[in-house]
């Protein structure tokens, strides 16, 4: 069985940080890509920043020279960095991991960003 949990997020400051993590129980967690996502109450969730089993990242434009998105292979976590954090940031963010060809979610985490 599958399962993400989540911490971290809260409500912050323009122009201030926070960090996201999520760890997973189940997979073989080392060898299966991983990502983060968002989503604003009535529209799609989009991606923010995904990591491949070897550690290469990609970055929504977005959040580009903000975020950083990283694995702990031993303790099966991933993290999201968020620096410079904007308004339009605000969002529920969501971990996800694939694992045989089925996407994993975790709870959702709420981050609020006030101007």
């Known amino acids: 069985q599958v399962r993400l949990v989540q911490s971290g997020g809260g409500l912050v400051q323009a122009g201030g940080s926070l960090r996201l993590s999520c760890v997973v129980s189940?997979?073989?967690?080392?060898?299966?890509?991983l990502a983060w996502y968002r989503q604003v109450p009535g529209t799609q969730r989009e991606l923010v920043a995904e990591i491949t089993a070897a550690g290469y990242t990609n970055y929504a434009d977005f959040v580009k020279g903000r975020f950083t998105i990283s694995r702990d292979n031993v303790y099966n976590r991933v993290y999201l960095q968020m620096n410079g954090l904007k308004p339009d940031d605000t969002a529920v963010y969501y971990c996800?991991?694939?694992?045989?060809?089925?996407?994993?979610w975790g709870q959702g985490t709420q981050v609020t960003v006030s101007s």
């Open positions: 996800k991991i694939t694992w045989k060809s089925n996407d994993y």
């Open positions: 189940g997979p073989n967690f080392r060898i299966h890509p």
